[in-house]
């Protein structure tokens, strides 16, 4: 068994951005600004901006933190977009998701302008990635793609099993891992909460992607000899012996699946740091392609 370390691989794509923006500066351009809209005060939230926030500053990014107030109005919350659409320095704006219960993200993703949105959320995105044309792809997704390239997975007429349909995860990776791209070419099952027979399912897969948000609901004896696992899955499991009063639990049942598998991500460690390294791959193509 093989660790898909994220930490190792991230860090080497936020190296080689370092270098190309630093050199972008030393020629008098711009630098990428990620402009992040925090509401509320979540503490998994504030945790995932904050990691994104440290992570434009180790790489030479511009970023602007917004926090608002839970009771924000959506059209305030809309008329911040606006504003961020229009600021010419901005490059990337991102939302914070989950959002207020009286908040529509839907309202809230169409309004970001196309051309900032690097979470990729955005119905231009989505459509433009569904047809394999250039554009932002959703980061969490991108870094699983990254990662698998990172360690150059074969994918090629593997059959991956995609557990999760959500916009964010399930359904844009089911679309990359079956495009006609190098680490691609997959044939892809979606299991979801309707699926009979999980578990047959899982035990055609010679790729596992996790992204249900279940704690280890994925079992050793769901898993082929050999298959590559990937665990998107980070529940916070109440632990009053940890400083931080909890810890961390993939969808892997890690301790007992990772022994059958050729490759697997480890939580934390693996999926996470990759979701912000392609969050800064996707600002700085939106900062290079506009200036
Ligand atoms: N919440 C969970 N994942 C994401 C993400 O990739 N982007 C945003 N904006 N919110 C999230």
């Not at 080689?16 to 809209?37: D, F, S, W, Y």
């Not at 917004?66 to 320095?89: A, T």
Request: glycine share 8%; net charge neutral.
């Amino acid at each position: 068994m093989q660790i898909l370390d994220g930490r190792k691989a991230a860090q080497a794509i936020k190296d080689e951005l370092k270098i190309t923006v630093a050199q972008r500066v030393v020629e008098g351009k711009k630098n990428p600004h990620l402009a992040a809209i925090l509401v509320g005060n979540s503490g998994a939230s504030e945790t995932y901006v904050a990691a994104k926030v440290k992570a434009c500053e180790e790489t030479g990014f511009t970023s602007t933190l917004i926090r608002l107030e839970d009771s924000i109005s959506e059209n305030r919350l809309l008329d911040k977009i606006r504003d961020l659409n229009h600021d010419p320095d901005v490059d990337g704006i991102l939302v914070q998701l989950p959002l207020p219960k009286h908040i529509s993200s839907k309202n809230v993703i169409n309004t970001i302008d196309a051309d900032k949105d690097v979470d990729g959320f955005h119905p231009v995105s989505v459509g433009k990635m569904v047809e394999g044309l250039p554009t932002f792809i959703p980061a969490t997704p991108y870094g699983i793609m990254l990662l698998l390239e990172h360690y150059r997975i074969d994918t090629k007429g593997k059959h991956a099993i995609v557990l999760g349909r959500s916009n964010i995860v399930g359904r844009p990776i089911s679309i990359l891992l079956s495009g006609q791209t190098p680490r691609g070419n997959c044939t892809v099952t979606i299991c979801h909460s309707h699926t009979k027979d999980i578990k047959e399912h899982c035990l055609q897969g010679d790729i596992i992607v996790a992204a249900i948000g279940i704690p280890e609901f994925v079992k050793a004896d769901m898993v082929k000899e050999g298959a590559v696992v990937i665990d998107v899955g980070i529940t916070r499991i109440e632990d009053a012996s940890k400083k931080s009063g909890f810890r961390l639990r993939g969808d892997v049942d890690y301790e007992n699946v990772s022994p059958k598998c050729s490759w697997i991500t480890p939580v934390p460690g693996g999926v996470g740091p990759m979701t912000i390294a392609a969050l800064m791959k996707n600002t700085f193509m939106s900062c290079a392609e506009n200036n």
